[in-house]
């Protein structure tokens, strides 16, 4: 008997490992913008082996004008509670967007191969409402954060508990030559997802 249950107990955990560290395609956006707001999309893709070679394909969204996109993010996670290990991954991809008609749109599946996968999100609908109307629900904040210190959410976040590096692939180019430009959030903070709302001035560089 204590043999069968050693043997639960092992599947239970290996069942837990896999659903951890489970590949997954998401979007994430606000419920409802105001006509002529400003708002992002994110395609989070989680967990993934290895780095995709190119951009996922996006849809089009009605009565919306794309404007900027995508900003790409990468950021990992790791816990240690009471010996139980668990690491994931993410990587977003923001796209910025200007709400210009009211009414209901749906936001379609974005679609991406990785791995020899094909993976997709699920389509969501969009509330787009006209201009002297509020919004009943606020739109996403650029950042959420969960303190795994004190285990609580929507905690005010200070620029003391953040730190941004902005790392170059080399540290000499030729003309021409690609450089990839990496901006690295550090925090204690379990970040689901953020948005760069100001990007560093590239002189002398096309970006």
Do not use: W
């Not at 995508?70 to 991954?89: A, F, K, R, T, V």
């Not at 004190?150 to 021409?176: C, H, M, N, W």
Request: hydrophobic fraction near 35%; charge should be positive.
């Amino acid at each position: 008997m204590k043999h069968l249950k050693s043997i639960i107990v092992i599947l239970m955990l290996a069942v837990a490992n896999a659903a951890a560290f489970a590949l997954s395609f998401r979007v994430e956006a606000p419920q409802q913008v105001v006509e002529g707001q400003k708002f992002s999309v994110t395609f989070q893709l989680v967990n993934a082996p290895s780095t995709p070679a190119g951009n996922p394909a996006i849809p089009s969204i009605p009565n919306c004008k794309l404007l900027f996109g995508p900003g790409i993010s990468q950021s990992s996670s790791y816990q240690n509670i009471n010996g139980h290990e668990s690491s994931s991954s993410t990587i977003g991809y923001t796209y910025s967007y200007k709400a210009e008609k009211a009414g209901t749109v749906t936001i379609g599946a974005a679609k991406m191969n990785v791995g020899g996968r094909s993976l997709s999100t699920k389509p969501i609908k969009l509330q787009i409402l006209p201009p002297d109307r509020s919004a009943q629900r606020g739109t996403q904040s650029s950042v959420q954060a969960y303190d795994i210190d004190t285990q609580t959410a929507d905690k005010p976040v200070s620029g003391k508990d953040v730190f941004i590096r902005i790392v170059l692939s080399k540290p000499t180019a030729y003309e021409q030559e690609g450089v990839l430009c990496s901006i690295k959030l550090y925090t204690k903070y379990q970040v689901s997802k953020f948005i760069t709302n100001v990007q560093p001035a590239y002189n002398g560089f096309m970006a």
